[in-house]
């Protein structure tokens, strides 16, 4: 008798379950097409006001979408004047900002992790890493081009504008952990360290790669900047400079977009690998 | 073997100090299923917490088997606390079995163990499900799992029913009377709920408001699986109610 009341209402629980399930499929599904739906129009649109914003004011300094997309072409194929196509450009750039944006991971997270876990040591040492934070990365230009060269200058550039928002991130990340899951961990006579690699650490993991996701768009800005300082011929932020000197802002605006859509793809790639990591998070909708 | 002497516990706030336990003394004899029974934030819950040496007390002593608690797996305790508190990165046998982990026992061992004790919780089948996926008393049930796998010499349960629906709760209290049956433990069980005290309860304390003093100490002589409808439980719930006002 016993038996069959603990039996019961789980098998209508388990129904229910699978019931809510299907229905969420289907509802994701829908919602993507109506995503899909709407980004769609809404590229639509901007092409649109801007061929037309570009044909109202008759300028050569601002060409339309379809001026820039035949200098797209060009420079897809051909390249510039001295040869670099487009794709070389963009992965200069790219090999770049990723050596910078890993080298920023490699030492802010674990850093973050440790002083979050120890924060009395960054109470401590506030007086120094505080008005580091708030050197902007273009300040660092000068030191950057006295002390490093080639790939080293761009790699340092990148470091300095995303390490210090990373490591906030992930030290907060880190010291916000639920009090209850450690209450929990320490009841069961845990370590100190069972509770910092098995509990606080995976708990602060979809907020550290959230930071990743962030710190993206500083190291963009860090290696356009640096390209556009440096001798050397390659990479986006070089394209737009050398012709922003020749007023030829159908180049330009190539380069701008293409750092648009690196930063696109970049982050696109980024939240799968967040899907794929913390399926257990639910999006919050209100 | 649980003692509780003069145990006192104040805490310092800007308004001065707040005194939430005073002079608490109690002993619980092994096997005895104690339900603190008083109003909310009566200081039942800084109580457990003592017990389970999450804090200290200000004065006073816990005496467990003749020595105070400490954190470091002499005494093996199990809390249940008021929300689940389910790790949402592991499936619900890596969250029931996360005390027997903290213990290096094999894995093969604390799977089966795992397995075991959800299917006296009725939860076979959703081993590899995570807390996400599951309702809100099912979590309920794996928290419950959790605490009991580890077979703690004191079960201490903060009001873990407090946030389900009647229906809800009542199926729980009844799979938890006979877990309880199955195998008994000590429990120290804090509600606010008269009825689910009768339920559950083989003692009840009674503590009056903040701060936290025992103001009665039942015992419970009613035959388990108790019937709250029945003539008995009725007639008991009603002499308390009157004790109590």
């Known amino acids: 008798m016993a038996k069959m009341r603990e039996v019961e209402p789980v098998v209508e629980i388990g129904e229910m379950t699978a019931a809510v399930s299907r229905e969420r499929v289907q509802k994701l599904s829908r919602d993507r097409r109506r995503v899909i739906g709407f980004n769609s129009l809404s590229l639509l649109l901007f092409l649109l006001l801007w061929e037309g914003s570009s044909r109202l004011l008759h300028s050569v300094f601002f060409p339309g979408p379809l001026v820039v997309s035949r200098t797209f072409v060009v420079l897809l194929v051909e390249g510039d004047i001295q ?9 200069v750039s790219l090999y770049r900002v990723l050596l910078g944006f890993g080298a920023a991971c490699l030492t802010a997270i674990p850093l973050g992790i440790i002083l979050g876990l120890w924060r009395p040591v960054y109470f401590g040492t506030r007086v120094v890493s505080e008005p580091l934070r708030f050197i902007p990365p273009l300040a660092w230009i000068p030191m950057a081009i006295l002390f490093f060269s080639g790939l080293g200058r761009y790699v340092f550039l990148i470091w300095v504008g995303v390490f210090f928002p990373l490591f906030i991130l992930t030290m907060n990340g880190v010291s916000t952990a639920s009090p209850t899951f450690v209450d929990v961990a320490r009841v069961l006579g845990a370590s100190r360290s069972f509770i910092a690699l098995r509990i606080i650490i995976p708990n602060a ?52 977009i293409s750092i648009g859509i690196l930063g696109l793809l970049l982050n696109e790639a980024l939240m799968a690998v967040e899907r794929a990591l913390f399926r257990y998070r639910q999006e919050v909708k209100v | 073997m649980l003692e509780y002497r003069n145990v006192h516990k104040s805490f310092d706030t800007e308004a001065g100090s707040l005194v939430v336990i005073k002079d608490f003394t109690a002993s619980i004899r092994e096997g005895e299923f104690v339900v603190l029974l008083g109003p909310s934030g009566c200081g039942k819950s800084t109580l457990l917490r003592i017990t389970a040496g999450l804090e200290p007390p200000s004065r006073g ?23 689940p508190a389910l790790m949402p990165w592991r499936d619900l046998v890596s969250n029931v079995t996360l005390g027997l982990e903290i213990r290096r026992i094999a894995k093969a061992e604390r799977n089966r163990q795992a397995v075991e004790i959800l299917r006296l919780l009725g939860l076979q089948g959703f081993e590899k499900y995570y807390p996400h996926q599951v309702s809100g008393g099912m979590k309920h049930r794996v928290a419950i799992a959790r605490a009991y796998i580890v077979d703690p010499i004191i079960l201490l349960m903060d009001e873990p029913f407090v946030a389900l629906d009647a229906q809800t709760r009542e199926s729980l209290q009844r799979d938890l009377q006979d877990l309880w049956q199955r195998r008994k433990k000590t429990v120290i069980f804090v509600t606010h709920n008269l009825e689910e005290a009768i339920l ?10 903040r701060p936290a003093t025992v103001q009665m100490d039942y015992e419970v002589r009613l035959a388990m699986p108790r019937d709250p409808v029945s003539r008995e439980f009725v007639d008991l719930r009603h002499e308390l109610r009157g004790m109590l006002a």
């Open chain 2, 61 to 83: 002593e816990v005496l467990i088997d003749g020595r105070a608690p400490d954190l470091h797996g002499r005494h093996r305790l199990g809390f249940v606390f008021q929300e």
């Open chain 2, 200 to 209: 559950l309860g083989t003692r009840i304390v009674v503590l009056g408001k």
């Open chain 1, 83 to 91: 040869g670099y196509t487009l794709p070389y450009h963009a992965y």
């Open chain 1, 205 to 256: 993991l979809p907020q550290i790669v959230g930071a990743m996701r962030a710190v993206m768009s500083p190291a963009w800005m860090c290696i356009v900047a640096a390209e556009m300082v440096a001798a050397e011929l390659v990479g986006l932020g070089q394209l737009i400079n050398n012709y922003a000197t020749l007023l030829r802002m159908d180049i330009v605006i190539v380069g701008m």
